[in-house]
Nanobody, 126 residues
Framework: QVELVESGGGLVQAGDSLRLSCVASGRTLSNYAVAWFRRTPEKEREFVAAVRRTGGYTYYADSVKGRFTISRNNAENSVYLQMNGLTAEDTADYYC???????????????????WGQGTRVTVSS
């Protein structure tokens, strides 16, 4: 069982940056693929970014590519999402998710992840 706790959300202005953290307990997070999803009233669990279990390969939604960076900190059993150049369209509840058995073709599928955090809210004012 992996427990995930997100933090780092908040209210910022357009153009600002935030770093979201996803801290794991119970298991070693480096043994899991980890993804960030976001949810708005219009979109249910939209894929944002993912890092594979092996090789450190990263993947991004087109809407965030070049602005967001997902990274691991194995010493802190964590995954981060650095978000730069935020816009009002990035306003959402952000969730990290983990699973040890996600295959490459399913990395962007929220249904492929067994473990989820409680979410952290990001609000970007324009």
């Amino acid at each position: 069982q992996v427990e995930l706790v997100e933090s780092g959300g908040g209210l910022v202005q357009a153009g600002d940056s935030l770093r979201l953290s996803c801290v794991a307990s119970g298991r070693t997070l480096s043994n899991y693929a980890v993804a960030w999803f976001r949810r708005t009233p219009e979109k249910e669990r939209e894929f944002v970014a993912a890092v594979r279990r092996t090789g450190g390969y990263t993947y991004y939604a087109d809407s965030v590519k070049g602005r967001f960076t997902i990274s691991r900190n194995n010493a802190e059993n964590s995954v981060y999402l650095q978000m730069n150049g935020l816009t009002a369209e990035d306003t959402a509840d952000y969730y990290c998710a983990a699973d040890s058995g996600v295959i490459l073709s399913q990395l962007r599928n929220p249904g492929a992840y067994d473990y989820w955090g409680q979410g952290t809210r990001v609000t970007v004012s324009s």
